[in-house]
Nanobody, 122 residues
């Protein structure tokens, strides 16, 4: 079992920056691929970014490429999502996710966090 706890969500103005954190715990969690998803009101949850367990490969949705960066601190077993040039359409609940496989973590991860709210005002 893997437990994921997100933090860092808050209200920010358009054009601003924000960093989200996801602390993972549980047996073998340090070897899992990790990802961020988001869900805006009235919309389906969508993939944002993913990183493999060794932090050597990252993947991004086209909508955030060049603005968001996913990072992993293996010593702290924590994944970060650094968000720059935020837009009102980035407003959503952001979820951290984990899975044993990089391909699966981007589509249907086994473990989810509880989510953290990010609101970008215009």
């Amino acid at each position: 079992q893997v437990q994921l706890v997100e933090s860092g969500g808050q209200l920010v103005k358009a054009g601003g920056s924000l960093s989200l954190s996801c602390a993972a715990s549980g047996r073998t969690s340090s070897t899992y691929a990790m990802a961020w998803f988001r869900q805006a009101p009235g919309k389906e949850r969508e993939f944002v970014a993913a990183i493999n367990w060794s932090a050597t490969s990252t993947y991004y949705a086209d909508s955030v490429k060049g603005r968001f960066t996913i990072l992993r601190d293996k010593a702290k077993n924590t994944v970060y999502l650094e968000m720059n040039s935020l837009k009102p359409e980035d407003t959503a609940v952001y979820y951290c996710a984990a899975d044993g496989f990089l391909g699966t973590v981007q589509r249907n991860p086994a473990y989810w966090g509880q989510g953290t709210q990010v609101t970008v005002s215009s």
